[in-house]
Nanobody
Framework: QVQLVESGGGLVQPGGSLTLSCLAS????????MSWYRQAPGKERELVAL????????TYADSVKGRFAISSDNAENALYLQMNSLKPEDTALYYC???????????WGQGTQVTVSS
């Protein structure tokens, strides 16, 4: 089972930027996709972005298109989420997840908190 560890969360002012990182315990290349999800208090967990590990295709939630960018470094077993122009509604616990070939979730990280507030 792949272990996933997120980092990079924190408190940032509206309009600011953060980069989240997720390190996997083993190679994730050519094994479906890697993704970022988030869950705000009182809300359901939602997909933020995903990137296929073989085809380099990306998908974003409408709410973050043009502001967030997902990337991966297969040599480092790492996944990143560059978040720009952050808004208070981006406040949530962000999770890294490995997805199978049918986009089913396989493993989750423990989450990293992002708080956008002045």
């Amino acid at each position: 089972q792949v272990q996933l560890v997120e980092s990079g969360g924190g408190l940032v002012q509206p309009g600011g930027s953060l980069t989240l990182s997720c390190l996997a315990s083993e190679s994730i290349y050519n094994q479906g996709a890697m993704s970022w999800y988030r869950q705000a208090p009182g809300k359901e967990r939602e997909l933020v972005a995903l990137i296929t590990t073989s085809g380099r295709q990306t998908t974003y939630a409408d709410s973050v298109k043009g502001r967030f960018a997902i990337s991966s470094d297969n040599a480092e077993n790492a996944l990143y989420l560059q978040m720009n122009s952050l808004k208070p509604e981006d406040t949530a616990l962000y999770y890294c997840a490995r997805l199978g070939l049918g986009w089913e979730s396989l493993e989750w990280g423990q989450g990293t908190q992002v708080t956008v507030s002045s």
